[in-house]
């Protein structure tokens, strides 16, 4: 009998050979209370029925043209033409030009210069003539120069944050800091990578900022129990929170951040989501403080911001695209930087396209100019409408308070849980804001986040919900059923 002929069992067959911090990682915004919506998705299809309403809300994602948002015209226009160049050979045609606008023809061709096909591989840090228009950007953007060399674009910003924590993370004791509520991406990437997160809390007295003097106290614990802090996460427009961090903050968290040592990712994909005053960057503050202290240190700050086609009035979450934008990284990190995209081959095409277009989109003047900017328009107000329609409704809900959101497309209203359903949770070891949220699901078709699931203290119930879906109707349904879940266990 061969050595060949019999069997060996493989890695798949024992759970516990496999990379246990896999296991360890969780991402609450796609976890089980996710899979449950889409089971219940698909009972409704079987029998319309089975449920007290018709279909899933899925309030528990920032997923925006999912939710019913249209894409940008222009946006699509250039794609199509770069997707199926032939049609440019019908440019002179008279349908051709009913359906593209010249500003459209042109830039179709100069990209497609550029990157050759969108079938093909691009340059890993991304195409270069992209990666200048995201430099000209952020120069005109906060006033501060910024060179194409800088720029690496991604396939969206959760690409471009682990690659910089792939390659600060290097051993067990190496530290990230999070802010908690924290978007549970960086919690599941600190696992992967064997690290140690260090929370740190923000205020919900004071609209959700940083809580400086917590903010050191999580840094003095860490330190004492052995952990190096090389990094630190900020969120603006914050997620889940919704809220603006303060330039008083900002410059709080930069001054510590230099007196330390500590790296800083700047995660500011809903930069465009704003609706109130303006977007202030951390570059742009970083720039200032240097000019105004030209003698401080400022040039040994590092700072990595990230953005993102996925979010704002784009909402492009499905075609990948983003960038990381680099400040104060030597040359020889910023290779390593290089190296982990080269792995990666490079981000998608299409991608590197969009983030060219949402950095660089029809000026004043362009045939393209007048339909980009109403569509633009009629997002951001249509978002900031049903933000405040959804922060109106939580107003008629029993045992819940709201901060109104300044930015992003989500609420994260605080619950005020019956003891009797917290005592009931428990008694089926789930979570008491998991179990309102399975409840919430099963009445309303409505599926949001637990708040246990961004790192909120034992006790502290929030749930995250977006406001990302169109009308009231599913309002109504989020608050009848909420209120008859309070009454329920009260």
């Not at 910089?164 to 924290?182: C, E, K, W, Y």
């Not at 605080?414 to 917290?422: A, R």
Request: proline share 6%.
């Amino acid at each position: 009998m061969s050595d060949l002929d019999g069997f060996c069992q493989n890695a798949f067959s024992d759970l516990n050979s496999l990379n246990q911090q896999v296991f360890k990682a969780n991402y609450a915004v796609r976890g089980a209370l996710a899979i449950l919506a889409d089971e219940i998705q698909d009972d409704l299809l079987e029998n319309p029925s089975s449920y007290p309403f018709s279909e899933i809300v899925y309030a528990n994602i920032g997923n925006p043209q999912q939710m019913g948002q249209s894409p940008i015209t222009f946006v699509r226009q250039v794609l199509s033409l770069c997707q199926y160049p032939t049609l440019l050979d019908h440019a002179e045609e008279k349908w051709f030009q009913n359906l593209f606008p010249t500003d459209v023809v042109q830039r179709s061709k100069m990209l497609l210069k550029e990157s050759g096909s969108l079938g093909a591989y691009s340059a890993s840090q991304g195409i270069p003539l992209v990666r200048r228009h995201v430099a000209d950007f952020i120069r005109a953007r906060d006033g501060f120069d910024c060179e194409p060399s800088d720029i690496y674009l991604t396939s969206g910003a959760s690409h471009a944050a682990r690659l910089i924590m792939t390659l600060i993370i290097a051993r067990p004791t190496d530290g990230v800091m999070v802010p908690a509520p924290q978007y549970p991406l960086y919690g599941a990437q600190i696992d992967l990578m064997s690290g140690s997160m260090v929370s740190y809390s923000l205020s919900e007295e004071n609209n959700w900022d940083i809580d400086f003097d917590q903010f050191k106290k999580s840094f003095d614990e860490a330190s004492k129990k052995g952990i190096n802090v090389r990094l630190c996460v900020v969120i603006n427009p914050g997620n889940p929170t919704g809220a603006c961090i303060s330039e008083n903050s900002m410059e709080k968290v930069l001054r510590f951040a230099k007196a330390k040592g500590i790296v800083l990712l700047a995660d500011e994909v809903y930069q465009n989501n704003i609706y109130q005053n303006k977007f202030h960057s951390f570059r742009r503050k970083l720039g200032e403080l240097r000019e105004k202290e030209p003698d401080n240190h400022w040039d040994q700050v590092s700072l990595i911001s990230v953005n993102s086609v996925s979010k704002g009035q784009f909402g492009e979450c499905g075609q990948r695209g983003g960038y990381l934008d680099v400040v104060n990284i030597p040359e020889p990190a910023k290779d390593q930087i290089l190296k982990l995209a080269t792995i990666d081959i490079c981000p998608p095409v299409a991608g590197q396209l969009l983030v060219d277009m949402l950095v660089n989109p029809p000026k004043p003047g362009d045939p393209s100019y007048d339909l980009f900017i109403k569509e633009v328009d009629e997002i951001h107000e249509a978002l900031r409408l049903q933000c405040r329609q959804l922060y109106e409704g939580t107003k008629r809900m029993k045992r819940v308070s709201c901060l109104e959101p300044h930015g992003a497309m989500y609420l994260h209203p605080s619950v005020s849980l019956p003891e009797k359903l917290i005592t009931t949770a428990k008694a089926q070891k789930i979570q008491p804001d998991e179990f309102y949220a399975i409840e919430l699901l099963k009445r309303s078709g409505i599926c949001v986040v637990p708040g246990s699931g961004f790192g909120q203290p034992e006790g502290d119930y929030h749930i995250r919900i977006t406001f990302l879906a169109k009308g009231t109707e599913y309002i109504e349904r989020f608050v009848k059923a909420h209120n008859e879940i309070m009454d329920l266990y009260e």
